[in-house]
C-alpha cells in the first residue's frame, strides 16, 4: 500500500516567511509525528498526533512552529516568521496505534531551506 | 550527556565481515528499542525492533539488549556494499510514544 506521503519535497524560502508542511499518514494509522533533521541536531521529535487525544507538543522548540491534524488523518506543521536555524529536512511519521511496540513509518520529508 | 549516544564512525568493514553498531542510553524508562538505517537522502527506515533483554535476529542483522547496562547493539552478517548507510538508534518510554534518536553510526562496507 501507498506510505507517508509529504508535500512539498523541496521549499525555498525568504526569512520572516511563513511556511506550511503537508503530511499524509498510511491510511488507517492512527498516530502521527513530526520530527526534523539538521546536521547539527540529528533527529529530533517536535510533536504527535494520538487519535482524537490532545497532542503532544513537547518538542516543539518555540512558538512560531504549530500543527494540526484535520480529521485524523492529514497533517499540517506551520512555521511562522522562518529564520535560518529553521531550515532542516521535516519528517513525518505515522503507526498503527500508539503502543511502545508500534513502528513508526517514516515519509520522505520536506527540505526547508530558509534563506 | 546526550540520551542516546551512537559512535559517529564512519564504520568501515570489509565486503562479507560483520559489523557491529552499539548504542547507549540514559533514560532507564526506555522500553522500546528500534535501529533505522538511512541512506543519504532519504528518510529512515526501519531494520530491527527489539524490547526484551537477549538477542533478537532477522536475516543478517542481529539486535542485542541489555537494559542493565543501557545498550542496545546491532550485527549486520555477511555485509554486503549496499549496507553502507547512517544506522540510528531510536528509543521509546513507556510513557509517551515519541522516538528518541542517537546521532547515528555511518558504515562503510567496502568491496
Known amino acids: 500500500g501507498a506510505g507517508v506521503s509529504q508535500s512539498p519535497s523541496n521549499k525555498v524560502t525568504e526569512k520572516g516567511k511563513d511556511v506550511e508542511l503537508r503530511c499524509d499518514p498510511i491510511s488507517g494509522h492512527t498516530a502521527l509525528y513530526w520530527y526534523r533533521q539538521s546536521l547539527g541536531q540529528g533527529l529530533e521529535f517536535l510533536i504527535y498526533?494520538?487519535?482524537?487525544?490532545?497532542?503532544?507538543k513537547s518538542g516543539l522548540p518555540s512558538d512560531r512552529f504549530s500543527a494540526e491534524r484535520t480529521g485524523g488523518s492529514v497533517s499540517t506543521l506551520t512555521i511562522q516568521r522562518t529564520q535560518q536555524e529553521d531550515s532542516a529536512v521535516y519528517l513525518c511519521?505515522?503507526?498503527?496505534?500508539?503502543?511502545?511496540?508500534?513502528?513508526?513509518?517514516f515519509g520522505p520529508g520536506t527540505r526547508l531551506t530558509v534563506l | 550527556q546526550k540520551e542516546v549516544e551512537q559512535n559517529s564512525g564512519p564504520l568501515s568493514v570489509p565486503e562479507g565481515a560483520i559489523a557491529s553498531l552499539n548504542c547507549t542510553y540514559s533514560?532507564?524508562?526506555?522500553?522500546?528499542f528500534f535501529w533505522y538505517r538511512q541512506y543519504s537522502g532519504k528518510s529512515p527506515e526501519l531494520i530491527m525492533s527489539i524490547y526484551s533483554n537477549g538477542d533478537k535476529e532477522d536475516g543478517r542483522f542481529t539486535a542485542q539488549l541489555n537494559k542493565a547496562s543501557q545498550y542496545v547493539s546491532l550485527l549486520i552478517r555477511d555485509s554486503q556494499p549496499s549496507d553502507s548507510a547512517t544506522y540510528l538508534c531510536a528509543v521509546k518510554r513507556a510513557a509517551g510514544n515519541k522516538l528518541t534518536f542517537g546521532g547515528g553510526t555511518r558504515v562503510l562496507v567496502k568491496p
Open positions: 498526533f494520538q487519535g482524537n487525544s490532545a497532542p503532544d
Open positions: 533514560d532507564r524508562g526506555s522500553q522500546s
Open positions: 511519521a505515522s503507526s498503527f496505534t500508539w503502543t511502545p511496540t508500534d513502528t513508526q513509518y
